[in-house]
């Protein structure tokens, strides 16, 4: 491409734009395309939301999720048990589990996974942090006594697994609590015949008796 | 969704990206989650983009191409060619000509094309100020003797060949130019095979003549 075709302020615009994750070089022509020659104020808002966003949103002092506030919405909710600390890679999962609305306890988020073959080692996660929150609620026990179960929601990949591991072993070793990792199965609407097999072996493996009224229990 | 999932600032910048072209609402979470969670700094390079793209781009008072000055660098630039116009629906079309780098003549943005189905009238076009261009070239004689050609490069859907149509018997009764349509074919790698019924007709009927060479003539 010649780059020298677009006006200085768009080609800036343009190369910006293709940093952001999975927006190629089209995208980010078409994109600026948009920005420049829509309405300007609407432009502004989002250059506005995207200041404001950066600007504003930081780490939650307990759980390490997004937040405007030193407490998260989560972490600093009555409603919410204190016994149940769900452990996640990223914010993001945070969103993704709360969207299913599944559950009501806590929250701890790593920043990341614990990989040899990407140099994370254990110490760059928030894992210190986390054995910190557990052994404070071993001491106070709360409305719900203490922490009754740390549930390991990393993905299902090697690194995922690796660091539920290690969460695990070190979690049961120091604190004797419950320890649980998020079931491994067919996807909702999954389809047998096109599943893989470490998915079947997990879904068969991780079977749970359907009782007399026909429910999974 | 549950928008209050989300800080704030964060769900904001969510709403403002999902408004962009082609990015839907979970694009749109995976952006935002990327701009607020990586390096601040990249985040602000990006809104400064967008507001001096937004802010510094105008059309060029000739052609109505994107510009950042009163004149855009094509109309100025002394070794194109005056004489010849090629007439695109907007800017971004001049951008892919330019990338092809065939054409070495000056250009004119419509901003959009005559459709009355969604209720563009050619007076909504910038038309009056191609004729007035034309006028002025016919009548001050040129390096290239006034206007040698204007060249419709509108798209190949019913609103372009409708528009071109006008163009050409406007500008034919006036001005007794020549008027060329850009040629309708087979796309480079393109099969037979798979041609639509419209394409392959206009791909015989716009057939050259091989020389001896085995040149196209």
């Known amino acids: 491409m010649n780059p020298n075709i677009y006006p ?8 910006e ?15 600026a395309y948009h920005l420049i020659t829509g ?11 995207i200041t404001q966003a950066s600007d504003r949103t930081e780490f939650c002092k307990v759980c390490f999720a997004l ?28 969103f993704a589990l709360e969207r299913s ?20 080692k254990p110490e760059d996660l928030k894992l210190e942090q986390l054995f910190e929150r557990i052994q404070a609620l071993s001491k106070s026990k709360t409305e719900y006594n203490g922490l009754q179960e740390l549930i390991i929601a990393t993905s299902t990949t090697v690194e995922g697994d690796a660091t539920a591991l290690f969460i695990a072993n070190k979690a049961k070793q120091q604190f004797q609590i419950r320890v649980s990792r998020i079931a491994q199965g067919l996807p909702q609407g999954g389809e047998l015949e096109y599943a893989d097999e470490l998915t079947i072996s ?10 007399d009224h026909h429910k999974v229990i």
């Open 67 to 94: 937040t405007e506030n030193e407490i998260c919405d989560i972490c600093s909710d009555a409603n919410r048990n204190d016994g149940i600390i769900c452990v996640v890679e990223k914010p993001a999962d945070i």
């Open 8 to 15: 200085p302020a768009m080609r800036q615009l343009i190369n």
């Open 39 to 49: 309405d300007t104020s609407r432009a502004f808002s989002l250059a506005q939301a």
């Open 101 to 120: 609305g599944g559950f009501r306890g806590k929250y701890h988020v790593l920043h990341g996974l614990w990989s040899p073959l990407r140099g994370v």
């Open 202 to 211: 997990h879904a068969i493996e991780g079977r749970r008796i359907v009782d």
């Open 17 to 31: 734009l293709s940093k952001l994750p999975s927006i190629g070089e089209k995208s980010a022509i078409r994109l």
